[in-house]
């Protein structure tokens, strides 16, 4: 009898299970019914690509480019030679175009000491490659502070956390900066700044355009620069008014500390650095919250998914946190694909850097008023910045990066060629103007497109690494600057040739997705028949 009992109780628990699955079984069984979408497909059906959300997220967050345009272009005020004029009417020549060759104590400056670096450090005649070298120290830790911040904001900080960091550390080697006793205690906070500095752009870049949807990205992606003159219009004013270079300092300091107090509370995280590292109900509150601004409905049967993931049919539980995904420069190298790209975007951001960089230290040598000269040339980069918005997703990211490499190359061309004074010399500056109006528009679109050739998880690292060759050339401009004659114009023709013709080995990212992985990417890339399409 307990034989037959036990035989009739494990028949009943046959019946019973197939009829009331398991508490796992069930969630399984749910989450596999759900619609795996990927973030790109997210925004364009149920979010929007480019709602008042994302306007407001864009514009919030691009202000940090303004923060980096005042803190890079500070050295054309604060390292200017300022005027003198003779203090005794004898050993003093009053018509001479240096102080070197007159005798100590029968000249001073005209706005005092105080009035610039160079004044106050004695840094004249023997001592003015000492100018040079700091602002060189500077951009060389721009491409430090690049690629160090360019990890650590695909990795755990993240990219709002990565910009919060920069913007403080802004702040505060800005204010040390202006308490500098000496020449190379000056010399290491601008290096410090340049460190913070190198990562503003980028963290804020990356964060204010990876929520946008495939359709305006590239738009948006063009319209961070606008930021970018903003400040240097801004410097401009801010310079006139604080003459002395320690008050310019701390004056500057100050919008740094306004966008860390009023702004970064309203800025939200990236969703697709979320979803990559594994945050998917965080990632998820994010999407919800843009739909709801944007007046779309987000079903609550979607979720997201990697676009490794979305065609994958193994259904895997639903969780709060799934595990994060790392990716670093060494993944970069590892594929084939990806190494080839990165290869090609340091070079061609080097190249554009140097002529950029160098064009715009020629431009600003107009003999007029300082403060108006640096205004006008940050107004006049704003109509190539608005041209290449304006045709970006009609040509495509290729066509344009190649067109206005060569446009510039070309006027450069011809500005090495035009030799002699007269109407020369007005063919020359023709040149540069056009020249630099062709690479600002390269220099704004290089963003865009690198951005878009790289998956998320190593996104910022590659990034960071085309940013840093871009330092490489702009501490390289100076250099090429002061050979004088033609041979800065045919650099610059040469270098800006060469990119264009290395472009054409790039893929055209128009209209194609942002991919989440490696494995996403490599698996959607290969099969196209060649990475030159």
Known sequence: MPKSSSVDQNLHDDLRSPLIPSAAVAAADGYSKQ????????LEKYCGDFGWWQFSHFVLTSFAWALEGIHTMIMIFADREPAWRCSTNRLCDSTA???????????????????????????????KYKVGLVQ????????????????????????KGSLTIVCIMNAIFGCLTAISSDYWTYTLFRFLSGFS????????????????????????????????????????????????????????????IIFVILLLPFIHESPRWCLVRGKVDEAMKIMRKIAKSNCKHLPDDVVLAL?????????????????????????????PLTRFRLFLAVVINFLCSVVYYGLSLNAVNLGTNLYLNVALNAVA??????????????LG???????????????????????????????????????????????????????ELFPTVVRNAALGCATQAS??????????????????????????????????????TLNRPLYDTMAGMEEAETKKPSILS
């Open 197 to 256: 500095t190198g990562g503003t752009g980028l963290c804020a870049f990356v964060l204010a355009t990876e929520p946008v949807g495939q359709s305006w990205r590239g738009v948006a992606g063009m319209s961070t620069f606008y930021f970018f003159s903003i400040g240097i219009a801004a410097l401009s004013a801010i310079a006139y008014f604080f003459q002395t270079w320690r008050s310019l300092y701390i004056a500057s300091s100050i919008p740094s």
């Open 397 to 451: 990211r290729k066509p344009l990066a190649i067109g206005t490499m060569w446009f510039s190359g070309i006027f450069c061309l011809a500005g090495s060629l035009a030799k002699g004074d007269g109407t020369w010399k007005l063919v020359r500056m023709v040149c540069g103007v056009l020249g630099i109006f062709g690479m600002a528009g390269t220099y704004n679109l290089l963003f865009v497109y690198s951005m």
């Open 97 to 127: 175009k240096s102080v070197c060759g007159l005798e100590p104590g029968s000249w001073e400056w005209t706005g005092g000491a105080a009035s610039s670096t160079v004044s106050e450090f004695g840094l004249i005649c023997g001592q």
């Open 307 to 335: 676009d490794s993931e979305v065609n994958d049919d193994v259904p895997d539980s639903q969780s709060v946190s799934k595990e994060a995904l790392n990716g670093s420069l060494l993944d970069v190298l590892r594929l």
């Open 471 to 508: 330092q490489m050339g702009a501490i390289l401009a100076p250099f090429v600057v002061v050979l004088g004659g033609g041979i800065p114009f045919a650099v610059f023709a040469f270098c800006g040739i060469a990119g264009g013709l290395l472009v054409i080995y790039l893929p055209e």
């Open 35 to 42: 619609k795996k979408v990927t973030m790109d497909q997210m």
């Open 136 to 159: 060189s120290l500077f951009f060389a830790a721009c491409m430090i502070g690049a690629g160090v911040f360019g990890h650590l904001s695909d990795s755990k900080l993240g990219r």
């Open 381 to 394: 980069e704003m109509p190539a910045y608005f041209l290449t918005a304006l045709v970006l997703d009609k």
